[in-house]
């Protein structure tokens, strides 16, 4: 018995017969939509093992796994388009304020016996005139990047 089992509606199944006769989409949909039809176990369909799908749609068992577990539980449009990207939230290093002194200070002039800034020189700095409580050398590097600043 699998722990997943994948049994589709006559209306799901449909849907997946459409996209994949358009042939046009993602890659990754349109074998996730060949994967759920393989896997479908309804009462008219007998379902193929995992081994016998990812041989035939040419992927690992691991993805038809993966699969049957987002079809059962979170459904037929999670199982078939493709994965969130980006979702996650990243805190910020510096705000605006503090970049525009980062600018400033990658412009002026290097510190004494020093021919130019390098970027944990401006990290240090940073910390030094209490912009900020630390902060790394990439993170100095980023930032400068993103204001496509060639200061340093």
Request: charged share 35%.
């Given at each position: 018995?699998?722990?997943?089992?994948?049994?589709?509606?006559?209306?799901?199944?449909?849907?997946?017969?459409?996209?994949?006769?358009?042939?046009?989409?993602?890659?990754?949909?349109?074998?996730?939509?060949?994967?759920?039809?393989?896997?479908?176990?309804?009462?008219?369909?007998a379902?193929?093992?995992?081994?016998?799908?990812?041989?035939?749609?040419?992927?690992?068992?691991?993805t038809?796994?993966?699969?049957?577990?987002?079809?059962?539980?979170?459904?037929?449009?999670?199982?078939?388009?493709?994965?969130?990207?980006g979702?996650?939230?990243?805190?910020?290093?510096?705000?605006?304020?503090?970049?525009?002194?980062l600018?400033?200070?990658?412009?002026?002039a290097?510190?004494?016996?020093?021919?130019?800034?390098?970027?944990?020189?401006?990290?240090?700095?940073?910390?030094?005139?209490?912009?900020?409580?630390?902060?790394?050398?990439?993170?100095?590097?980023?930032?400068?990047?993103?204001?496509?600043?060639?200061?340093?």
């Open positions: 018995m699998k722990k997943y089992r994948v049994t589709l509606e006559e209306h799901e199944r449909e849907e997946l017969r459409r996209l994949l006769a358009r042939g046009k989409g993602e890659v990754r949909m349109l074998r996730h939509a060949q994967i759920l039809l393989k896997a479908d176990q309804s009462h008219d369909a379902g193929w093992s995992d081994d016998r799908i990812a041989e035939a749609i040419d992927v690992g068992i691991a038809v796994q993966r699969v049957r577990e987002r079809f059962v539980l979170e459904g037929f449009d999670a199982a078939v388009r493709a994965y969130d990207k979702s996650r939230v990243y805190n910020k290093k510096l705000d605006g304020k503090q970049e525009a002194h600018i400033a200070l990658a412009c002026a290097p510190p004494e016996g020093r021919g130019r800034w390098t970027l944990r020189l401006l990290a240090e700095k940073m910390v030094e005139l209490k912009y900020v409580d630390e902060l790394c050398h990439e993170t100095v590097r980023q930032t400068l990047k993103k204001m496509n600043s060639s200061r340093i």
